[in-house]
């Protein structure tokens, strides 16, 4: 499952993750409002040339976004139809920047140091019965599960595809649900086995009468 993370000695990977995180928040604000189509396609060269730098790996993680192609096929119809090209353009270069820009972060950053970024904003949430490091282990787990679901879509469609000829069908969905929620039991008895099911003792101010 931190199968997401890639090991190296990047740029990227010595950043610390607060400051990815960070950058990864503004440059997601700042590609929003952009409508130029030239200009998306140049940040999503950038995106891809920093991928390249990682070799074949960096290459390969790109190919496991494959399942979102038919969604962005279909973005840009339903944009086409509504809008012009120039809008299905700018909207599908711009998802797949976004994405693509959230990926590296997971790719280049550790489980326990995406953790460690996350608890500091999410400290302040302690005042009202939330435990920051739990809530911190659920969204790095969240951005964790996305290229491993992916890659377990895309195992089952191509073996799907080398059984029959016809279409993955409902069967295919069902089974990737089916697989996707026996992960995530497997991960929560890791989890429970590891203590972090274990409610934390109460403070001695809370046990004083």
């Known amino acids: 499952m931190i199968a997401g993370y890639l090991s190296g000695t990047s740029l990227l990977h010595r950043t610390p993750a607060a400051v ?12 929003l409002p952009l409508k130029d189509p030239v200009l998306l396609a140049m940040a999503l060269a950038v995106v891809l040339m920093a991928y390249a730098g990682f070799g074949r790996r ?30 299905a353009a700018v909207s599908v270069l711009r ?4 994405v693509l820009l ?12 995406m953790m460690d970024a996350l608890v ?13 490091q739990r809530l911190s282990l659920a969204v790095a787990l969240v951005l964790r599960f996305v290229p491993v679901l992916l890659e377990s879509w895309r195992g ?9 000829p016809r279409r993955p069908g409902l069967a295919l969905v069902g089974a990737f649900f089916t697989g996707a929620l026996a992960t995530a ?11 972090f099911s274990t409610p934390h003792p109460p403070s001695e101010k809370a046990e004083a009468p």
């Open 185 to 195: 039991d497997q991960v929560a008895e890791a989890l429970d086995a590891r203590g």
């Open 95 to 98: 998802i797949a920047v976004m």
């Open 120 to 132: 500091v904003p999410l400290r302040p949430l302690a005042r009202f019965g939330v435990d920051p």
């Open 20 to 31: 990815k995180l960070a950058a990864l928040a503004v440059l997601s604000l700042l590609i």
């Open 156 to 164: 089952r469609e191509e073996a799907w595809r080398a059984r029959s």
């Open 102 to 113: 959230a990926d590296l972060v997971t790719l280049t950053t550790r489980l326990q140091d």
């Open 58 to 87: 960096g290459l390969r993680r790109i190919g496991q976004w494959r399942s979102l192609v038919p969604l962005l096929v279909l973005i840009a119809a339903l944009q086409a139809w509504a809008a012009s090209l120039e809008v």
